[in-house]
């Protein structure tokens, strides 16, 4: 499953969080991956890791995921992971 969300390029790091912590809401387990518009991730390593070239010197994780850049529009950051719809509960 793959859920997108337009975070902006200034958002701060409640945001990031609350888009995380809203992909698990929604299905029920943690995503695996999120890949990131460029903006989104250099932002990220700002607020979360404290430095710009974070990004570049080595892998960037947020709550055990790895963080990509990926080619996405400016500010989204897309959430991926594997569900499971009996976990989802009924719909």
Request: glycine residues 6%.
């Amino acid at each position: 499953m793959r859920r997108e969300v337009r975070l902006g390029a200034e958002f701060a790091a409640e945001a990031f969080e609350r888009a995380f912590d809203r992909f698990t809401q929604i299905y029920n387990v943690a995503p695996v991956i999120a890949r990131c518009s460029p903006d989104v991730l250099e932002r990220y390593c700002r607020l979360f890791e404290r430095g710009d070239d974070v990004a570049r010197q080595r892998e960037v994780r947020y709550r055990g995921i790895p963080l990509f850049a990926a080619v996405l529009p400016s500010g989204t950051i897309a959430f991926e992971g594997d569900i499971d719809e009996d976990r989802m509960g009924d719909w």
